[in-house]
């Protein structure tokens, strides 16, 4: 198979200038915590109730307070009224917070991107805990990320595959950003294995996964096959996303997943111990790294 890279992508790109801002996504989570906990520290009122109040559907409220949309500044203003916050500094920070929540995210600029939520969230993490059995977006090369798009996708056409490499090599910036994404990835051997692509295309990204780990923010373990069964084997892909600021809730992605979701009933700490026994079970990373080039050697 002859493997195309466009050329626009790089084009498109440089004219999005600084993708490190903070994420709109995060910024309506956010907003949204924030006005159910006013809600049921201010109130007696479920939400059932408050969206009675105001004359609205359940499941609008519903999509407000778990971060689903983004209000509207009429609307922020209803629900502060009726939760009778008077503090007017309180309110110009809800203020501002909405705003925020409504802006345009990069990734945004694209229409066949079936992921955008997920994008919107890693943007402001400051910590990854990933689990793969393919290589990380975020260290693949553009020719493995056409390759794995082109052999996983049904009926792909070229323009959204264009609209996905762009976005894929776009969020990469996020690893060199003067507060850079710290990861911790586990890769099955099979993310290593697998030839995708073709030889020169695996090797190309066997070496790009060995720059990846001279990053000081970067540390890529391999699970080998000789450690057996373990916790990813049949939980499959995930990603943990951490926040520094106190108001953002880690997040669990799991791979399949249309929507990532906030801890529940302890699920982030329950993810969080199955990837330190994962880790446990990985190869070091110098045993990582010299596993990847002999694989290297041998392709």
């Known amino acids: 198979m002859q493997l195309q890279i466009f050329s626009t992508h790089r084009e498109r790109a440089a ?3 600084d ?16 006005l159910r906990a006013i809600r049921e520290t201010n109130t007696r009122l479920n939400g059932d109730d408050a969206a009675r109040a105001l004359g609205w559907s359940n499941s609008k409220l519903s999509r407000i307070e778990t971060g689903r949309t983004a209000p509207t500044a009429a609307d922020v ?16 920070e809800l203020a501002v917070l909405t705003r925020e929540a409504r802006k345009k995210g990069w990734w945004q600029l694209y229409s066949e991107v079936p992921y955008s939520t997920y994008i919107g969230l890693e943007a402001e993490a400051s910590q990854m805990l990933t689990y793969q059995h393919v290589v990380p977006g975020l260290f693949q090369t553009e020719h493995y990320a056409e390759a794995i798009n082109r052999a996983t996708t049904i009926g792909l056409n070229e323009d959204a595959l264009e609209q996905r490499l762009e976005v894929r090599m776009t969020r990469q910036r996020i690893l060199t950003r003067s507060a850079p994404l710290e990861v911790r990835a586990l890769l099955d051997e099979a993310a290593i294995r697998r030839v995708v692509g073709g030889p ?11 720059e990846m780990a001279e ?4 540390i890529a373990q391999v699970i080998p096959f000789s450690a057996g069964g373990h ?3 049949l939980v499959g892909p995930f990603v943990i996303l951490n926040y520094a600021h106190p108001a953002d809730p880690d997040i669990v992605y799991v791979e399949g997943s249309t929507d990532p979701y906030p ?27 010299t596993l990847i080039r002999n694989q290297v050697k041998d392709l």
């Open 263 to 289: 801890d529940r009933d302890g699920e982030i700490e329950q993810y969080g111990v199955m990837f330190d026994h994962m880790r446990a079970a990985a190869l070091s990373v110098a045993a990582t790294q």
């Open 200 to 210: 020169q295309v695996m090797r190309e990204q066997l070496e790009r996964l060995l």
């Open 77 to 92: 203003t209803k629900l502060l009224d009726l939760y009778k916050v008077e503090d007017a500094e309180r309110r110009d």
């Open 215 to 218: 990053l000081p923010n970067v």
């Open 19 to 34: 993708v490190n801002t903070s994420s709109p996504v995060v910024r309506r989570r956010r907003l949204g915590l924030e």
């Open 231 to 233: 916790f990813g084997t």
């Open 15 to 17: 004219t999005l200038g």
